[in-house]
């Protein structure tokens, strides 16, 4: 079964991703190296804690694993909503189901795994590199805030595993909490720790029908909220026209500056990195040439071309221009699952007696995404909620950047490359 709920007027269509803020992962090559995307650092304890998770070799694998993910997966949704915008969290999708893998075996596991583009790597290196990654993003940047949730709700009466219960604490602080699924406080209780931990901005990931029928539901939360190093003069803001389509254009309000920023550009795109705070966060906008040649990108990119992308930004004088817009989506992530091959794990017959679970599969993977950019900085929330059910459920050298037509967009952690929301806007909505 699948459900795909709409928000209403022109934001419909937009896919949320994961349960958090994203940051688009970079190339994969070892360490910190000191290109625009990956900043020098100064040697204080701090960045060389930084450094010394990025360096570390599980970090690497999860890191490169959550990039070809958050691509593969941006595929199938695109394709699904042709004329909306898609916007998501690896980070959160990734979470949620690696708490989730743990508690898989056979065939089942290894389905989640491929899908993941964790099949290379042992179980306990990714929950290893979990833990190294979620602390040092949450304290990232003094002027980004970040905060990661995992939890865990349990059917009373169902006992899961206590191996893995211990797991999904100890990496992922994911605790596990027994609920009467049958009682409306349960999708209650659900709800408000996310819209807890998102700061109000999901307010509902599940709903009453679904948690009746379930016997445990994995949820993640991401917040993000990251102001630019340099931010945009409010003065300079004034209504542009935003190209949709060759016959639709929608006027909005247009920020503009200019400063030195990491910039690539080839005959099809233009490319521009925007800095949150210290420069370990940023905002990746890649800006096709032809204003319908969006589509045509997506379909072509790849972890390859996205490396090089990402490898290609040099500092450079430009003038950037971009609407002030949010944006939000919820979908069930099922089908897209399904068709990265998770099959598996989404349907009777999936093996989750490591959980503790006998006969139970994935009925549903939820997920809510929001997107607001002004000219002080970026807000961003996700949540996701793995529902479990049992077998009976169901020449000048300054650059303009002109962002008037359909982009791709990605948060990025510089540092460890690891990508927590990335998606491409089509129709963003006035905020």
Sequence with gaps: MRMVTQSQGK?????????????????????????????????????????????????????????DFGLRLLKPLAKASPDANVFYSPLSVTQALSMTMNGAGGATQTAMAKTLGLKDIKIGDVNAANTLLLPSLMSADPKVEIAIANAIWVKKGVTLNGDFQKICADAYGGQATALDFHSPDAAKTINGWVSDKTKGKIE??????????????????????????????????????????????????????????????????????????????????????????????????DQKTWDQLVASLKPQDATIAMPRFQAS???????????????????????????????????????????????????????????IVDVGAEPDTSKSVYVNHPFFCAIRDNSTVMLLFAGVIGDPEKL
Excluded at 33 to 44: E, K, Q
Excluded at 338 to 357: V, W
């Design 329 to 387: 989506y919820s979908i069930d992530l099922k089908d897209s699952l399904a068709s990265l091959g998770m099959g598996p794990a989404l349907k009777p017959k999936a093996d989750f007696t490591p959980m503790g679970l006998h006969g139970d599969y994935i009925e549903k993977v939820l997920h809510k995404a929001v997107l607001e950019v002004d000219e002080e900085g970026t807000v961003a929330a996700a949540a996701t909620a793995v529902v």
């Design 204 to 301: 509902e990931i599940i709903p009453k029908a679904d948690v009746a029928d379930s016997t445990t539901v994995l949820t993640n939360a991401v917040y993000f909220h990251g102001q630019w190093r340099d931010a945009f003069d409010k003065q300079a803001t004034h209504d542009d026209n935003f190209i949709i389509a060759k016959d639709k254009v929608e006027p909005l309000p247009f920020m503009r500056r200019k400063a030195s920023l990491a910039y690539a550009e080839t005959d099809k795109l233009q490319a521009v990195s925007l800095p949150y705070g210290g420069g370990r966060l940023s905002l990746l906008i890649v800006l096709p040439r032809n204003a319908a040649g969006l589509d045509s990108w997506v379909k072509s990119l």
């Design 11 to 67: 934001t419909a269509g937009i896919v949320g991703l994961g349960v958090a803020l994203g940051l688009l992962a970079g190339c994969g090559g070892p360490g910190i190296n000191t290109s625009p995307n990956n900043p020098p650092v100064d040697g204080s304890p701090k960045e060389a804690e930084v450094k010394a998770v990025a360096a570390d070799t599980r970090v690497q694998q999860v890191a490169a694993a959550n990039t």
